[in-house]
């Protein structure tokens, strides 16, 4: 248990109601999306960049560990407290601080919900184009700790590619200031890019200066349908090899068809589907039929091609869409444990890498149903497991590292979006070289001399 000078002192830094040691908030914080759960000794709602630099400093002299949390929505641990730590909560820190169409910016406190920014941006013809399956209820402090991307990636980027600036403070309570408000500048190390995805591990965000881009007057949606995972992957690679580059392209394979069904999406899929694409181009209304002519004709006469619906309705796009995002919970149906990997391949080994988890899945009993963001080349992979079979555990791990040393042998990687956190970070040693692997804790030091920021995440024991 934290002590009570301790509570006391957090209490008189941030003001009364902002300091909570009851159990029941404890343990409404206690876990994430992974089905661990770790108990805090307190959780904390600053309001201010003031209060956190407060509670850093109290943190630091007292050496304390330091979680900070957005909607707990990371599927990776990132967000699991460590036992008797502080869980720092940003969802008081939840206000759009400044929008500013002339210079496409928009300001905004961590706790800010992820689709409030696009809503906004909307209004005056911008938008902010990562897109999370999860921005309904994910935070921009989430995002920008675990540099979160989306479907839109394809074309747009991610996270990392969408910030100006940030405020934040780091493991010593200092306050750091990155970047600049203008759409070029280049004084300085870039803080700004070594924050986004550092797990909050090197320092607190309090706020970021988001770049906005102008909306897209028109989006058309094509679904695909294939006889097999491979001949999906192919289409990809079709894709990606010609001039027109598609705003999402995404693949589920059989599997991932089944889990949709109940949501009525695949009802009209022609008979012999084992794969679906998805794909979008966006553009002005006068460009948009004409990309999609040039998509189409890439993409006629591929191996296995069944179909391609064209003319998707909004409504239509919209339910598929929909269907795609539920598949993250809807794949449960198979087992009640999904483990859950983000690995990327380049595009030119997608069809290799589908072909050897098809083979793997003939291998190992449990089902292993694959999904996600095709035209990035990563793959949502996951093993669907009992959690209390110790034999489909144990043969679910060895299952897994043959996966990732086939991932790092096509020359791909660990993770795409979802980060390392606790699950995956066992494996960091396989991709990252020892040398690296030293000045990125170097690095971890200076910004967090006592270790407390997000403490077991991330780096490898
Ligand atoms: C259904 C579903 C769909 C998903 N789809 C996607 C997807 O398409 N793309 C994707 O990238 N992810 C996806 N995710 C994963 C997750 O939503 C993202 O990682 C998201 O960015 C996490 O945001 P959060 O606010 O929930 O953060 P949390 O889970 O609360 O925290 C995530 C990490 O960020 C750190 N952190 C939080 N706030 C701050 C801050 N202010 N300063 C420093 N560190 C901070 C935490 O310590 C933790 O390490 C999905 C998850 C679910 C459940």
Redesign the pocket.
């Given at each position: 248990m934290l002590s009570h000078d301790v509570l006391q002192a957090l209490t008189t830094a941030l003001g009364p109601d902002r300091v909570f040691a009851d159990p029941e908030t404890r343990a409404l914080y206690s876990s994430?999306?992974t089905p661990r759960q770790v108990m805090p000794g307190a959780v904390l709602f600053p309001a201010s960049h003031d209060h956190v630099v407060a509670l850093m400093r109290l943190a630091h002299a007292h050496k304390l560990p330091v979680?900070?949390?957005?909607?707990?929505?990371?599927?990776?641990?990132?967000?699991l407290p460590v036992a008797n730590g502080l869980v720092?909560s940003?969802e008081c820190?939840n206000r759009i601080l400044e929008f500013d169409p002339l210079n496409r910016l928009m300001v905004v406190q961590?706790?800010v919900v992820?689709e409030d920014i696009g809503e906004l941006a909307r209004t005056q013809g911008l938008f902010y184009a990562?897109?999370?399956?999860?921005?309904a209820?994910?935070?921009?402090?989430?995002?920008?700790?675990?540099?979160?991307?989306?479907?839109h990636a394809v074309k747009y980027g991610?996270?990392r590619d969408h910030v100006l600036a940030l405020k934040?403070v780091t493991g010593e309570g200092k306050t750091l200031v990155t970047g600049c408000r203008t759409s070029k500048g280049v004084t300085g190390y870039d803080f700004t890019r070594l924050?986004i995805g550092?797990?909050?591990?090197?320092?607190?965000?309090?706020e970021a200066t988001l770049k906005l881009l102008p909306a897209p007057e028109t989006v058309a949606t094509l679904r695909l349908c294939f006889a097999s995972n491979r001949s999906a992957c192919l289409a990809v690679e079709r894709v990606m090899r010609q001039p027109v580059l598609p705003c999402a392209l995404e693949i589920m394979d059989r599997r991932s068809i089944e889990a949709i069904r109940p949501t009525g999406t695949a009802d009209d899929l022609p008979a012999g589907t084992e794969a679906l694409l998805m794909v979008e181009v966006d553009g002005t209304q006068r460009e948009v039929p004409h990309l999609v002519a040039a998509l189409k004709s890439a993409l006629n006469g591929g191996e296995g091609l069944l179909e391609i619906r064209e003319g998707v309705t909004r409504e239509q796009a919209q339910a598929l869409w929909a269907a795609r995002?539920?598949l993250?919970?809807a794949v449960k149906r198979y087992a009640p444990l999904k483990i859950n990997e983000?690995v990327v391949v380049p595009v030119s080994r997608l069809a290799d890498f589908i072909d050897y988890l098809d083979k793997l899945g003939n291998l190992y009993p449990f089902p292993i149903v694959s999904f996600g963001?095709a035209g990035n080349g990563n793959l949502h992979v996951n093993l669907m497991v009992h959690p209390d079979n110790t034999q489909e555990m144990a043969q679910a791990h060895e299952c897994l590292l043959e996966m990732i040393r086939t991932v790092l042998a096509f020359g791909g990687t660990l993770s795409?979006?979802?980060?390392i956190?606790t699950e995956k970070r066992d494996y960091v040693g396989l991709e990252i070289q020892p040398d690296t692997l030293a000045l990125m804790r170097a690095v971890k030091h200076q910004f967090d001399p006592m270790g407390i920021?997000?403490p077991g995440?991330?780096f490898p024991d």
């Open positions: 994430d999306e979680v900070a949390r957005g909607a707990g929505s990371g599927n990776v641990g990132g967000a720092v940003f820190m961590p706790g992820t990562p897109d999370p399956g999860s921005g209820y994910s935070r921009i402090g989430g995002n920008l700790a675990m540099n979160a991307a989306g479907p991610v996270t934040a924050l550092s797990e909050g591990t090197l320092a607190l965000i309090t995002k539920s993250s919970h983000d963001h795409g979006e979802h980060g956190g920021l997000n995440k991330l």
